[in-house]
Nanobody, 116 residues
Framework: QVQLVESGGGLVQAGGSLRLSCQASGSISSLKFVSWYRQSQNDEREFVAFIKNDGSIDYADAVKGRFTISKDNAKDTVFLQMNRLKPSDTDVYYC??????????WGQGTQVTVSD
């Protein structure tokens, strides 16, 4: 069983930045995919980015050029650096991990709110 704990959400003005963290209970390097998703109250959960254990990365078109996913294997942590934030980025952001995207493990989510 893998536990994922997100942190780093908050309130920021449009154009600002936030860095989300996803701390895994075990070795993050053993997880094939670690991903970020986001969800608004009435919408389906939306893919944001993933990082694979071989280092390959992919992003949703909506965040390409603004968000960067990275990981620190020594700290068992995956990061999501979010720059040039827009009000449309307001969501609850979830960390996910597993053998596929999305995998079977989810964190509890962290709220990101971007004001005009």
């Amino acid at each position: 069983q893998v536990q994922l704990v997100e942190s780093g959400g908050g309130l920021v003005q449009a154009g600002g930045s936030l860095r989300l963290s996803c701390q895994a209970s075990g070795s993050i390097s053993s997880l094939k995919f670690v991903s970020w998703y986001r969800q608004s109250q009435n919408d389906e959960r939306e893919f944001v980015a993933f990082i694979k254990n071989d280092g390959s990365i992919d992003y949703a078109d909506a965040v390409k050029g603004r968000f960067t996913i990275s990981k620190d294997n020594a700290k068992d942590t995956v990061f999501l650096q979010m720059n040039r934030l827009k009000p449309s980025d307001t969501d609850v952001y979830y960390c996910n991990a597993g053998k596929i995207v999305p995998g079977r493990y989810w964190g509890q989510g962290t709220q990101v709110t971007v004001s005009d």
